[in-house]
């Protein structure tokens, strides 16, 4: 009777805690009975009924990640190689999102090659309508294509796509060489276009600066003839009124007036002597000469003494 009741009470605990089931936070248990889905566990301390009813799979609610690496062809033949990150996770803790994650695939490593394939086969598809120049700067555009293809995919699988990040865009080392001498070409291209945009500026600058000073030369030049010429003028009119003057002063004294053409070109021997700087200057000193200065010097007084009568 002793070994009877033991034997009852071990079969108590047994089947006590056999239906006591323990879920860790960030999972669920998917129950099911007799092979079939009964309902879900969450997380915490929940119970079952022992024997009939079978935890099928514990499934993480929490975000996975993995990263990828594969090739890609663009549309001019270049091969393209890629390093990516995806971060996904279960859509929801809703039954019907709960099965599709339990019984999709039969087991992880399935999920993941599906998914690897599909991700991969998105950015093919994406990278074969582009150049090799066109795939660089596309990256954001690969990323948005991917999601917007990709989601509904996991939708359908009871997972969503939370981010995909390309960290690495490489090419083939042939074709990496190729592109640094266009670079290398457009920039030095860029820096002869410049140079010659720079020395353009410098000389039509120049040029400029060099017309100004013409102009301003010239201008000046002129101001200075015409003031040249005004005092000429009016040197020559003081002198005029001056031996005028003189002349009609000796006639009034019976003078000989040949006495001022006398002293006027003594005057400009000595003038010369004193201002010549060095400079030689042959004059005919003899009285003959003397003599055809002044018959000159008084035509020409007379000329104008007749040029002011006509007047």
Known sequence: MSYYF?????????????????????????????????????????????IIEQVYKIISIQNKSVELEFQAVTIDQANVYFKSMLLFSVLDKQDETIQKV????????????????????SIRAFVASKKQAEVLASRKEIVDFVKDQIDHVLS???????????????????????????????????????????LLITKTKAAEAEGNAIKISAEAE???????????????????????QAATEMKQANLDTNVILFSMWVEAVKNFAEYGKGNVIFLDGSPDGMEKTMRQIQAMMFAKEEKNKQM
């Not at 805690?17 to 879920?23: A, D, R």
């Not at 995909?164 to 865009?169: A, G, P, T």
Request: aromatic share 10%; hydrophobic share 45%; glycine share 8%.
């Open 222 to 244: 002129k101001q200075a003839a015409l003031l040249r010429g005004e005092g000429v003028a009016l040197f020559r009119e003081a002198v005029a009124k001056g031996m005028s």
């Open 102 to 121: 339990a019984f999709k695939f039969y087991s992880e490593k399935d999920l993941m090659q599906a998914l690897i394939r599909t991700i991969e086969g």
């Open 156 to 198: 359908d699988w009871g997972y969503h796509l939370q981010d995909l990040q390309i960290n690495d865009i490489t090419f083939d080392q042939a074709i990496i060489e190729s592109m640094s001498r266009v670079v290398a070409s457009n920039n030095l291209k860029a820096a002869a276009e410049n140079e010659g945009q720079a």
């Open 6 to 50: 033991l034997s009852l009470l071990l079969l108590g605990v047994i089947i006590l805690f056999s239906s006591i089931q323990t879920v860790q936070q960030g999972t669920v248990a998917v129950i099911t009975l007799f092979g079939k889905y009964r309902r879900i566990l969450p997380p915490g301390f929940n119970f079952k009924i022992p």
